[in-house]
Each structure stands twice: as structure tokens, then as C-alpha cells.
């Protein structure tokens, strides 16, 4: 049974100004699996203001001290991996191959990559008789979600602390055991006090009490449309930056070639990591209108090979995040059904054999249009809809027939019209053929948010910009 009653404030572990805790529920038993704290108003003053001193000293520092920081961050991050991916299965119940895989390697990566970044990366550049200046923003806010704990933060806390700032992390309810670990790692690497401050609690509460914060300098946030929406408002009294990455409904589009079924089962098959719930999930599958027939055999076929069970056993699915993600997931379930979408694996209820726990089916809805609700709204779960195109304009046009813009892909034998099929998606980051890259930023157009993530661009968001005329004249 895991307790964590105490922030992390000021270099030193602290309890809240109110002693409130809330019961956590492990997804894959639906029996309590520990307890947290859960912070208020008062809390986040404190650890602004001490986000805010260190700020003064941090953001002075040279290139060479805050690598030496990460790197001692590097080391520490590398002795707790497996209770991260531990706990990253108890909370939300990512299989432990996923865990102790990408979900723990995506925060290597992260550090790696900000560390790289940083040792060459231009603060200041010179341009006619005036330099450019970019000066570390200040005390940032970070709000993180659950469904990818370890990338959530360290996409935003790493290339905060390389810039010179200093964050007050709030990481989800759902994803708090890996949170905590991740301030133990700090707190072991000698992060200098203030620099990196966190607090458990309600976004409710915590993190609307981060955004309308007058020292908060900057939010920065991964979630829902909706809390998004709520933050920026909150924000915007305070003309405070506001960066988001919200959710998607990214278009997967299956080129007519020889290669369309094994395209259309690799795209069951990444639609089904993390049981679904990863915003930049295509889960929009468009296919050749006179392959349709080919490509349900394919998608239901790869559907079944998909396990689903106890996430620390060798299953390729766990459960969902939660009880109330359940729910959600069975309704868009009956509403496609109620739609007229042909379900071709799946379905509602639990997989057999599973009778607790939060587990989905991984469900496969074909015949779909693009104006049902399941072809419209985030699902966030294992449901993967299969629309039909007639010709590469019409593809692209339903593509971009979405409120939202962060992912896509083009899966083809063919490179060049891959490629142009690619340029012509509205949203912030395309792949060819399923492709990853650390250095590639990561947002979105549209609803799905603002700014970019990921490698150098990564570092901009938490940058201002100084010109100082005249400090080399001609």
C-alpha cells in the first residue's frame, strides 16, 4: 500500500497546509492501492514562491551547470526505472512490457535529448548591430495527464530546468505513484531547492490555482479540450504564456497498394498501445472504398490477436485508467452501435474471462462516416473507427473534416505520394509509415492546442525573446 502524504517544496519534503488525502483504485483489481495528499491554494503559494526565489540564482546559471544537473538527473532516473514502470502498472494499468519499455524509455529519451539540446543550442545570436537575447521565461506551472506519466512530465520539466527556469509540477490523480518517484529522482540527483517543486491534487483546485497565479509566468498543459479551455481563461487575466497539447482525432490513411492489409493491421495494432488512450492515436483509419471488404478481414483479424489481461503478465492490453474511462469508453461503444457502424470486434462489456477490472475490448467499428459521433469525438480507448475514400482528394478531405489537428499518418508503399499526401494533413505532426523521432516537435493545429513539444522546439516555449539594439555597432 503506497502513501504519499508529503510534497516535494523547497529542496525538502513538506506536508500539505491541509491534511486531505483521497484513496487511489488500481484499474486492473479495482481495489485501493494506496493513498495521496491532496494540496489547496496555500500549497501552490508556497512552492511559486519558492519556484520564484530560485529563480533568481537558476536562471543565472551557466550552460555547463544545469548539464550537470541532467546528467546527474540521467543517473539517478536510470537506478529507479523499474519502480517507475512499477508504478506506472499499478496506476493506470499499462502492461509492465509497456511500462518497463517505452513508458519508462520515453523519459530516458526525453533527458537524453535535452541534453544534447542543450550543449548546442543558441541563446543569443547576433544580427546587424543587435544581439538576441533568450532569456529563460520564469516560473512555470506544469500540468501533466495520466495516460503517459513519465513522457508528460519530462517533455516539460527537462527543457524547463535546461533553459534556466523553474517549474511547479502538478501531475494527474491518475498517475501520481510515478510522479512521486520521479520528485524522489530529483530530490536523490541535488536539484538545487526551488528549482523543481511538485504538488499532488485536484486539477480543479491545484491547477487552477497555478493559473491565475500572478508569479506564474507560464502554464504549460496536456489534457482535455475542456480543461484546457478552463486554464487559459483562468490564465488570461494574468496575460501569463499558456502552451497546450489537447486531444485528437488523427486520420491513419491507407494508400491503395499490395500492401493495404499488412498497412491496415499494423494500424489495429497501434491503435490498441496503451489501450487506447494516447491522444495522437489514429484512431480515424481511412481505406480505398472498393478495398473495404479486404480491409475488415485484415483489421479483425489483427483485433483478435490482441491480448488483454492482468497488465504484470505478457498481454499486449491492460485495463483503462479508471472507472468513470470505462464508462465513457462502453457509451461511445452503444453510440456507434446505435450509429449504424458495423462492428467487426468487440464490442460491449469485458473480454471473456474477465469479470474485474477496467478492461475494454478492443473494439473495431467498419462503415463508418465521418459525422458519426465515434468518427468525431475522442474516444480514448481501444475503439478504432474504418472509413471509407474514394480517391486521395476525398482521403485528405476527411483527414481534415475533424476539430482537431495533432496527429496523422500515411501508410504506402510509395514514398512520393506518402509525402504529398503528408504535406497536405492539417495537423502538427504527420508520419510516413509510423515513424519516431525524438527531435520532432510535438503539437497541435486546431482544438488540439498550441506550441510545440519534443527536441529544440521543446526549449522555445520556455524562452523569452530580449533584442538589445546597438550592443555591437557598425
Not at 263 to 271: E, K
Not at 365 to 379: G, P, Q, W
Not at 454 to 466: N, R, T
Request: overall charge negative.
Amino acid at each position: 500500500m503506497r502513501e504519499y502524504h508529503k510534497f516535494y517544496i523547497d529542496g525538502k519534503w513538506v506536508a500539505p497546509l491541509e491534511q486531505k488525502t483521497v484513496n487511489t483504485i488500481n484499474p486492473a483489481t479495482e481495489e485501493i492501492s494506496g493513498s495521496i495528499a491532496l494540496g489547496g491554494a496555500g500549497d501552490v503559494d508556497l512552492a511559486v514562491k519558492a519556484a520564484r526565489k530560485a529563480f533568481a540564482t537558476w536562471s543565472q546559471t551557466s550552460r555547463e551547470e544545469r548539464l550537470e544537473v541532467l546528467q546527474r538527473i540521467m543517473v539517478e532516473y536510470e537506478k529507479r526505472a523499474g519502480d517507475i514502470a512499477a508504478a506506472i502498472t499499478e496506476e493506470m494499468g499499462a502492461p509492465k512490457g509497456l511500462a518497463n519499455g517505452f513508458q519508462v524509455g520515453l523519459g530516458t529519451g526525453h533527458l537524453a535529448t535535452a541534453i544534447e539540446v542543450l550543449k548546442n543550442f543558441k541563446f543569443e545570436e547576433t544580427r546587424g548591430a543587435s544581439t538576441i537575447v533568450k532569456e529563460p521565461i520564469g516560473v512555470c506551472g506544469l500540468i501533466t495527464p495520466w495516460n503517459w506519466p513519465v513522457n508528460q512530465v519530462t517533455v516539460k520539466v527537462f527543457p524547463a530546468l535546461a533553459t534556466g527556469c523553474t517549474v511547479v509540477l502538478k501531475a494527474s490523480q491518475e498517475s501520481h505513484f510515478s510522479a512521486q518517484i520521479l520528485a524522489e529522482v530529483f530530490d536523490a540527483a541535488g536539484v538545487p531547492a526551488g528549482v523543481f517543486n511538485m504538488i499532488q491534487g485536484k486539477g480543479s483546485v491545484v491547477g487552477a490555482a497555478m493559473s491565475c497565479h500572478p508569479d506564474v509566468d507560464m502554464i504549460s498543459f496536456t489534457g482535455s479540450e475542456p480543461a484546457g479551455v478552463a486554464i487559459a481563461q483562468a490564465a488570461a487575466p494574468t496575460v501569463k504564456r499558456v502552451c497546450q497539447e489537447l486531444g485528437g482525432k488523427s486520420a491513419n490513411i491507407i494508400l491503395d497498394d499490395a500492401n493495404l492489409a499488412e498497412n491496415v493491421a499494423g494500424g489495429v495494432t497501434g491503435m490498441m498501445v496503451n489501450t487506447g488512450q494516447t491522444c495522437s492515436a489514429t484512431s480515424r483509419m481511412l481505406v480505398p472504398k472498393a478495398r473495404m471488404a479486404e480491409a475488415i478481414a485484415a483489421a479483425k483479424e489483427a483485433a483478435a490477436q490482441v491480448t488483454v489481461g492482468d497488465p504484470n503478465s505478457d498481454v499486449a492490453m491492460g485495463p483503462v485508467v479508471s472507472k468513470n474511462q470505462f464508462i465513457s469508453v462502453q457509451g461511445y461503444i452503444q453510440k456507434g452501435i446505435d450509429e449504424g457502424a458495423t462492428l467487426i470486434a468487440g464490442g460491449l462489456g469485458r473480454p471473456e474471462g474477465l469479470d474485474k477490472g477496467f478492461y475494454v475490448k478492443p473494439t473495431v467499428f467498419a462503415n463508418v462516416t465521418n459525422d458519426m459521433v465515434i468518427a468525431r469525438e475522442e474516444i480514448f480507448g481501444p475503439v478504432l473507427v474504418i472509413i471509407a475514400y474514394d480517391d486521395i482528394d476525398h482521403a485528405i478531405e476527411i483527414a481534415n473534416d475533424t476539430d482537431f489537428g495533432l496527429a496523422g499518418n500515411v501508410a504506402g508503399a510509395d514514398l512520393e505520394q506518402a509525402r504529398a499526401v503528408a504535406r497536405r494533413i492539417r495537423a502538427g505532426s504527420v508520419g510516413i509509415n509510423s515513424g519516431f523521432d525524438f527531435n520532432s516537435p510535438f503539437g497541435g493545429y486546431k482544438k488540439s492546442g498550441n506550441g510545440r513539444e519534443w527536441g529544440d522546439y521543446g526549449f522555445h516555449e520556455y524562452l523569452e525573446i530580449k533584442a538589445i539594439l546597438g550592443y555591437t555597432p557598425e
